[in-house]
């Protein structure tokens, strides 16, 4: 079982930069794949980025490459998402998940956050 709580969401002007946590309980938070999705107002939940077990392969969706970063702490049972050059189309609840397959669908993930509301005023 693995449990997750997001934070560092909020309110930020176009151009700016948050970082996400998500702080994982359970001792097997190492072997799972981690990844950030997000869902903005009347839209499908979307990948935004995943990164393997030991953090060495991450993958980003097409809207975010080159602009956010994942990354992860095992010895902190931490994963983070960097996101700079924040626009307005960024606007979603951000979730974290953990998952048993590569990461990048949504059916691979076993476990969820509550989610963490960012805005991006223009």
């Known amino acids: 079982q693995v449990q997750l709580v997001e934070s560092g969401g909020g309110l930020v002007q176009a151009g700016g930069s948050l970082r996400l946590s998500c702080a994982a309980s359970?001792?097997?938070?190492?072997?799972?794949?981690m990844g950030w999705f997000r869902q903005a107002p009347g839209k499908e939940r979307e990948f935004v980025a995943a990164?393997?077990?030991?953090?060495?392969?991450?993958y980003y969706g097409d809207s975010v490459r080159g602009r956010f970063t994942i990354s992860r702490d095992n010895a902190k049972n931490t994963v983070y998402l960097q996101m700079n050059s924040l626009q307005p189309e960024d606007t979603a609840v951000y979730y974290c998940?953990?998952?048993?397959?590569?990461?990048?669908?949504?059916?691979?993930?076993?476990?969820w956050g509550q989610g963490t509301q960012v805005t991006v005023s223009s």
């Open positions: 990164i393997s077990w030991r953090g060495r392969a991450t």
């Open positions: 998940g953990a998952a048993s397959g590569g990461g990048r669908y949504l059916n691979e993930y076993d476990y």
């Open positions: 359970g001792r097997t938070f190492s072997s799972y794949t």
